[in-house]
Nanobody, 126 residues
Framework: QVQLVESGGGLVQFGGSLRLSCSAP????????ITWSRQAPGKEHEAVST????????RYSDAVKGRFTIARDKALETVDLQMDSLKPEYTAIYYC???????????????????WGQGTQVTVSS
C-alpha cells in the first residue's frame, strides 16, 4: 500500500512563497514518479507538475510555469514543490499522487493515479 503525505501548506500573502513536501512514511519515495495536483473550491483537480524517478524529466502546467519548481530531495526522500509569486487564484488543496503504472505522457489526467495523499491547504490572501 502506497501512503503519501503532504505538508507545508498554510496561509500566505499575495506574492509570497510556500514550499510543499510529499513524503511516504513506509516506502522509498525515491523509486516513484510523483505528480502534484490541486483542487480549488468548486473546481476540478488540476495537475500542476510532475517529476520522474531520476528527476530529469519535469513538466509544469501552463498555469504555474515560471512560478513553481518541483524537485526531489534524495536524502530526505521527498518530492518538494516550491511555489513563488503566489496569487489568490492558487488557493486550493494541494495533493501529491502516484500510480502503479505512472502516466508519463498523460500526467495531467487525474483518473490515471491510484495513490493520493490527504492534501494540504494553501490559501493565498489578496
Amino acid at each position: 500500500q502506497v501512503q503519501l503525505v503532504e505538508s507545508g501548506g498554510g496561509l500566505v500573502q499575495f506574492g509570497g512563497s510556500l514550499r510543499l513536501s510529499c513524503s511516504a512514511p513506509v516506502l522509498a519515495l525515491n523509486y516513484y514518479s510523483i505528480t502534484w495536483s490541486r483542487q480549488a473550491p468548486g473546481k476540478e483537480h488540476e495537475a500542476v507538475s510532475t517529476i520522474n524517478i531520476r528527476g530529469d524529466t519535469i513538466r509544469y502546467s501552463d498555469a504555474v510555469k515560471g512560478r513553481f519548481t518541483i524537485a526531489r530531495d534524495k536524502a530526505l526522500e521527498t518530492v518538494d514543490l516550491q511555489m513563488d509569486s503566489l496569487k489568490p487564484e492558487y488557493t486550493a488543496i494541494y495533493y501529491c499522487a502516484t500510480a502503479d503504472r505512472f502516466p508519463t505522457t498523460e500526467w495531467s489526467r487525474e483518473d490515471l493515479y491510484n495513490y493520493w495523499g490527504q492534501g494540504t491547504q494553501v490559501t493565498v490572501s489578496s
